[in-house]
């Protein structure tokens, strides 16, 4: 068991502080011979990067990838590869600003980590968050550019599907819209009612939460496992341990409380000799077990608790106080949230196709 | 890793199909000297056993279950006691009707596993669900009842808050009407109601879904950890493994996505020389660690798929048929499923408690 | 993290005390449709089995399994077969003489495990040993004989090596001797030898150590893994982990501190288009990974503690005492440990399988 | 399950080849509030340096450690301290020699983990033997330094016993020899003898195995486990990962073998109001469980296969060949395995104080 590890057979385990010296993780059981340099894991890394618009937040790190080890290049490899031993991913932390972290020293954030954090270890290192930072995502990030080149054939992608009360309009969806905007929406119109919105927000010193949607498509049938090792309830513990995040569903997820056994069971036909499901209620796994169809989870993440309004707090030495949280935020995290949504869908299908196959064979 | 073991610290791997010899499971890792008979459990598993109104299954099992280890009693001992080894948990299955299934043998019926069990293991035992059979819930539900022994001062209660479309009114909320309906429902009015509705969606032969809400009080803060041992996550994870269930949230959940950060974080004041949230958004948890309030958890149950009307569906061997499921089905198997959560915030809490202690000593 | 169970892919987690109600296991991540009977794995609880000769324990019990999951028959599987789930293997106790165990309860016993098991727990099931008792060894070998199916080509096979001072001839080696005499003895020279030996300590109310080979054959190279996950070291935590063991070597063994480089290292040579190692120091393991030669395993089995002749001791309580322990005990406990260390090769090999399948594919 | 991971509570993972960027491991587990600077695990590393006489390798390698994550200062704290969170530790690798690799690149060294590798990866970091490099051991000392943090009161000291045919007298023992001489050799005597024993080793350019014994003062009784989680499994399974180690014994080891039951068997007598074992065969372990006595074990290192002599082998595509392996090696490694096998006890013991302390309290 490891607090800081994720994944069984396809695992990782992070580390690093927000303003330490270094954040990053160790990716193991990957498979050998995939090829893999810096710059295949530098792109997801840039997705997700603060400081790409006005609306995440401006601290400015150039989160710049280093493999350390579990790769190799000679005459022979197909460039350079992984060998099957683990790799190691460093991201050096370079905006280390020199500031006065006193406040947040001694008073407790209100949702903020700060008072549990000082409850269960007595002590802790404050610096910009330290280890309960947003900036750990950057090693979930660099760990799933690694899972999905174990799989070869799946599509991942991730979109924004709702800031505050705006949702997308579904029947305005569109891929290739994700990348026209801050926001990785894929309903140009949402897009433009979320910048107006936003800037209301970031304006006003405050935030808000969002839902984000994650879909992998080409999973085959058959990954998964019944009772404890459902795919659904490592897609789900993936996307809430994702900071800020509050809530998962798969497929129909809620909505499925209102429906009758007849609306949510999706049916099935052979098309071109092969079984079809017509609907998609399950978000494309049942029994905890992948159907073949996209699979299908959203996630909320709740609104950062760094705020310009005051705040009633208390201090570590039990006294009654006012907080404002000054510096650089994210007005809607949620944005920054989808890549690494992306990334712990690739590193759960990464760690279930190496458990299907140690059990079945391929 | 093992796809059917839950927990670390505080572990159960349960065993067993619907209609075979008998289910269980073994609780490892509990600690000696708590006083256990298997009255303690039984109790437990009553509340879940099927057939306990016109609104659940009509399937008769006595549930009875057995301790076949990791118990002892001299004069010495406060009665019989854990001795810190493994309990193994045996319910025999006596209600295995001799009935033909050929029908579910060789058609996949929509919502259910039969399609994802073939499609992964090539083989299936298919009597009343097999392995995917909801009957699995008892094994938790045990392991459930030992995991409470370990939780002194800790109170977890589950109810029904939604059954269909069908909320429960929060103002009329009240613990003490849990066991005054066979719905677990906390508001007497919402009971009526849904005795009404589900009247109908089991007359129609059809199903519904529901949500589940699971309470624990008394949780010191600190339990938990940050990133991947995330108190939240566990319990996603946890609520996740439940049959049927498609979505989990904490807290304010899926509603944090609606609020500004003004509104979604709690609060806190010095009251009696302690600090105390005036709020619960966060559900009693905070970056992964508990805060010492309430942990708020709710689960949505999918309908069961199990229906009278003709689903369009498949057959093994690839022709397109309809399909009818004929039994003793649940017409909310959201009912049942409420101790089961209750169950699973147990064995949840009881693996937390170790392994904040094993870090950080008592 | 068990302390009950071995192994990661392939699994079991065992329960049980000696003179409770049933001792047994849970096999995990067993691959589907195997054929498997109870029958199949009767004959090697037999093996075990006590009260086979006079040089073991005259406890008499069954040990008849009965498989309460995980396998499933119908007419278009091969038999009986497993499902891919858990397979609950159930030994009942039938052999509970009612017996005065005060003389245990308040004495700990040199050599066995009483005084330790009340430090750590506080609280002992002392009838026969509770879960300290070799008994537990019966759920190894049941796993084992399920393991065995997984490594279909793969032929493991043990024998006793040295009783007391006296080792097998390995000049007179021969496998087939091996079912020929009470003790697995491969050397029927030694086996004549041992048996007046052991009456001689038999008679005494003595006993004696003894050193245990297994060998599997067939394994092909490549199984395994470095650093941590290390063949041999995986079976050097099986092999310590049986009760009784006290050291454990791979190959040429403690043998090795002795020889020079030249000596030690396995030349290798093309014969018939492929590698062949000349010679096997190595025990079939290089850098911690199969080299497709025999994988040979020794380990040593101190001598039964219950003897008696009387021994100084302390009670509970702290007064000095002495003690015999007179019962139905194992003259030389290394003769059954034969089909158990075969048994724990085979667990080994069937975790490996599926760990190198899953990294590597096939 | 990690393959590059040991321990479960108190946990490291290592990273990196010999001749990679860097090497390295993170500590996961680790209890907050430890006062640990680089400097305190330096001293470990530099026990461990190549070069330190002419009887290990004369590589060149500042090992110099750099802790990433998991510490921090402010006037609050008692100088640096862990704060509960992963502590990467990274040992950047300086001596990178640019050398010609293509002979162990297309040859198989006898020995060596060359050919295995190559049969499970198909892909091979060849420079200085890669990820089978003894310098991972330098991973291992790192994180062994911060275990015995989590130890105190606990004394755990390491020396060689014998080197090729040549025991220490064990009446000339003195642990303060052990920085006398470069072989960590406790009898001055055996030390003056295998200095010339060595220097005709290494001048023959040949190689020696030799023998490790590691002893624990001051572990309490209670730690360990019965039947799979036993204190006596774990560190042979760490001894056993060591590099080139063949064996491992606990107490009397393979000895006990020779021994019958009254003379196995440690009596007990109170002595000073205090229940106290009156020899040792059992390496301070009964039951799996720690009595209270020095936990005793032994591990044999073959000789390194890196020798001057040339060998038969064949080439990767199948050719005979033979092979001289230059280079800078050590005449015998076991020297440098004494400090490994002190980290790996010190390992194994923090992760068993967090276990037991999980499931007993204390």
């Given at each position: 068991m490891s607090h800081n590890s994720f994944g069984h057979l396809f695992r990782i385990t992070t580390f690093g502080e927000s303003h330490g010296v270094a954040i990053g993780c160790v990716v193991d059981g990957c498979p050998p011979g995939l090829a893999l340099t810096e710059a295949d894991i530098q792109g997801f890394l840039d997705k997700r990067k603060p400081g790409q618009s006005k609306y995440t937040t401006q601290r400015q790190e150039a989160d710049q990838v280093k493999i350390l080890s579990g790769v190799f290049e000679d005459?022979?490899?197909?460039g350079q590869v992984t060998t099957g031993t683990p790799i190691c991913l460093m991201i050096e932390n370079t905006d280390q600003r020199s500031k006065d972290y006193s406040d947040i020293r001694d008073k407790y954030r209100p949702g903020h980590a700060d008072f549990t954090y000082d409850a269960k270890y007595g002590v802790r290192d404050y610096r910009g968050g330290g280890r309960s930072s947003a900036r750990e995502t950057a090693s979930r990030v660099a760990g799933g550019a690694v899972a999905r080149k174990v799989l070869d054939g799946i599509f991942i992608r991730g979109a924004l599907v709702q800031v505050g009360p705006h949702k997308v309009n579904r029947d305005n969806w569109d891929w290739n819209e994700i990348n026209n905007n801050p926001f990785f929406c894929p309903d140009a119109q949402a897009a433009s009612q979320w910048a107006d919105y936003l800037d209301g927000i970031r304006k006003s010193g405050s935030s808000i939460g969002a839902v984000v949607e994650v879909v992998a498509s080409g999973v085959p049938a058959g990954w998964g496992a019944p009772v404890y090792g459902k795919l659904d309830q490592d897609l789900s513990s993936a996307m809430m341990s994702i900071n800020a995040s509050k809530a998962v569903e798969i497929g129909a997820g809620f909505g499925a409380a209102c429906l009758t056994g007849e609306e949510n069971a999706d049916q099935i036909r052979m098309v071109d000799g092969k079984p079809q499901f017509q609907s998609n209620h399950a978000g494309g796994i049942l029994g905890g077990i992948s159907s073949g169809q996209d699979i299908v989870v959203r996630f909320a993440v709740k609104p950062t608790s760094s705020i310009l309004t005051p705040r009633k707090s208390v201090t570590a030495d039990g006294q009654d106080t006012d907080i404002i949280t000054k510096g650089r935020h994210d007005p809607c995290v949620g944005i920054r949230a989808v890549p690494v949504g992306e990334a712990m869908m690739a590193l759960v299908l990464a760690d279930h196709k190496l458990r299907h196959r140690a059990q079945i064979g391929d």
């Open positions: 005459d022979r490899t197909n």
